[in-house]
């Protein structure tokens, strides 16, 4: 890679050279993570890995480190827990594995894709493709109904399921004409959901899914994202302040100022409904 990057553009090489090296950089990339990834262990079985993760916002004396070498592998089909005080990194290190924000050094793999290699379309495509977002506030549109919502997001897809189904999976099949204001919060939340996984993405990001809801409604929430991932296989990752979530993950990663502080493998997770907080 090294040896790739300091390639010399000088006017001996552009002679000889029949196609630029600016327009082969992306195919090598891929070919280099290609390679590279598949010849580690366990490239079948991790959803993403990390090397190095770094994400500097800003410049000079205002910069802000906010991932500071993340090296991390999350498995296919794990539900994930990350933990951690407000501005440790939690939502930076989703953005970047969601394909939303660039690290500025390191990589990060989804199966053997290097996300940190690829350009603003791959990066469109991956996200339209193999990832669904759920964030604590719905952004439903307010003048469609939620089987709408739903569909807008069908009609673009390459591999939808109906949007009565997501909705069905999500226990709103008896909701489908609702517009969002009249929907409870929790409800709205279902909506989102069964918006994110219509799609059938294989990773599902929540950045602080429970966040505006009540604790009984916070764990209807969760239950909903653990259906998703047994009935569906998605992987799924949470952000939480609610350390008690941790009890039906997984894998719990600690986060702090940055780093990873440990990560915790669960035997045992249990069903949502029994998280106490
Ligand atoms: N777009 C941005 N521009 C500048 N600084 C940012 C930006 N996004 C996040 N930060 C900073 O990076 C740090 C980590 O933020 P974030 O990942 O949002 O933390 P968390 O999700 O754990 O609360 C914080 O100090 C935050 O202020
Ligand atoms: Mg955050």
New binding site residues.
């Given amino acids: 890679m090294q040896q790739i990057s300091s390639f010399p553009r000088n006017q001996a090489r552009r002679s000889w050279f029949p196609i630029g090296y600016r327009s082969l950089k992306p195919a090598i990339a891929w070919l280099i993570s290609s390679v590279m990834s598949d010849s580690r262990e366990k490239a079948e079985t991790a959803a993403f890995r990390t090397r190095n993760l770094s994400k500097v916002?800003?410049t000079g004396r205002s910069a802000?480190r906010?991932l500071r070498g993340v090296d991390l592998e999350i498995g296919r089909g794990e539900i994930v827990v990350l933990l951690?005080?407000?501005?440790?990194?939690?939502?930076?290190?989703l953005n970047i594995l969601g394909g939303l924000d660039r690290a500025s050094e390191g990589d990060a793999w989804f199966d053997t894709q290097c996300l940190t290699s690829m350009n603003d379309r791959d990066l469109t495509r991956y996200r339209r493709n193999h990832v669904g977002f759920v964030f604590q506030f719905y952004n439903l549109m307010p003048s469609l109904t939620a089987r709408e919502n739903v569909e807008l997001v069908t009609e673009i897809a390459e591999n939808p399921i109906t949007a009565d189904k997501a909705l069905g999976v999500v226990g709103l099949g008896q909701r489908l004409d609702h517009f969002p204001a009249q929907l409870s919060g929790g409800e709205q939340q279902r909506v989102a959901i069964a918006r994110a996984i219509a799609k059938q993405p294989e990773v599902l990001f929540c950045?602080e899914p429970t966040g505006a809801l009540d604790s009984s409604t916070g764990r209807a929430i969760l239950r909903v994202l653990q259906d998703v991932n047994k009935k569906l296989g998605t992987t799924v990752l949470i952000?939480t302040h609610a350390a008690a979530t941790a009890a039906m993950a997984h894998r719990v990663i600690n986060?702090a100022d940055?780093a990873i502080q440990d990560v915790h493998l669960n035997k045992t997770p249990i069903d949502a409904e029994g998280i106490e907080w």
């Fill in positions: 916002y800003g802000v906010a951690g005080p407000s501005g440790s990194g939690k939502s930076t290190l950045d952000i986060f940055g």
